[in-house]
T-cell receptor, first 115, second 113 residues
Framework: DGGITQSPKYLFRKEGQNVTLSCEQN?????MYWYRQDPGQGLRLIYY???????QKGDIAEGYSVSREKKESFPLTVTSAQKNPTAFYLC??????????????FGEGSWLTVV | SQKIEQNSEALNIQEGKTATLTCNYT??????LQWYRQDPGRGPVFLLL?????KEKRKERLKVTFDTTLKQSLFHITASQPADSATYLC????????????FGTGTRLQVFP
């Protein structure tokens, strides 16, 4: 089935560690996104990518890094510089050009907890 | 500053009634506005899209309106059911050289029997 796969579903990070969240899509979508959601809050954009080997910062990029080496993959690394990383992370993708109005498809999310 | 505001408090309604959720924005010029449903611990799912030159859009029991003068969208669920209980998010799709989709904070809807 086509869709977006995020892994792991649950992840625990120790202080000072970097962790990487995986996001893979087989929808042949050009654009991919990472959002962060805190309890009872909306979605905040971390990074997005419109094409392979290119990505832009969102509203809260500090402490995060991404890569887009393949069209279907957009991993997110939460670095030790991110001081409050405990949150629900959502990866998404969509096709079409800029302001195309195409809908965005989300993965099932990854819960990251700092211990 | 740029803001997207949705009712922060939960909306509680009785089954069979019409639920109306609001999305207000300032200092944005969206080409499209989208509505999504999110269940606890899950990713949001697309419901409806409305263009800036459209006033109203319908899909089964759902209706969306878009007033670019008031900078407001209303989302209606008619004949609401307990299964409609979820958080509903509005999202602005921007004009210009960007591919960003900006989400509101969401409104939690609870439909009780």
């Amino acid at each position: 089935d086509g869709g977006i796969t995020q892994s792991p579903k649950y992840l625990f990070r120790k202080e000072g560690q970097n962790v990487t969240l995986s996001c893979e899509q087989n929808l042949n979508h050009d654009a991919m996104y990472w959002y962060r959601q805190d309890p009872g809050q909306g979605l905040r954009l971390i990074y997005y990518s419109q094409i392979v080997n290119d990505f832009q910062k969102g509203d809260i990029a500090e402490g995060y890094s991404v890569s887009r080496e393949k069209k279907e993959s957009f991993p997110l690394t939460v670095t030790s510089a991110q001081k409050n990383p405990t949150a629900f992370y959502l990866c998404a993708s969509r096709t079409g050009g800029i302001s195309s109005g195409n809908t965005i498809y989300f993965g099932e999310g990854s819960w990251l907890t700092v211990v | 500053s740029q803001k997207i505001e949705q009712n922060s408090e939960a909306l509680n309604i009785q089954e069979g009634k019409t639920a109306t959720l609001t999305c207000n924005y300032t200092n944005y010029s969206p080409a499209y506005l989208q509505w999504y449903r999110q269940d606890p611990g899950r990713g949001p799912v697309f419901l409806l899209l409305i263009r800036e030159n459209e006033k109203e859009k319908r899909k089964e029991r759902l209706k969306v309106t878009f007033d670019t003068t008031l900078k407001q969208s209303l989302f209606h669920i008619t004949a609401s059911q307990p299964a409609d209980s979820a958080t509903y998010l509005c999202a602005l799709d921007m004009l210009g050289n960007t591919d960003k989709l900006i989400f509101g904070t969401g409104t939690r809807l609870q439909v009780f029997p």
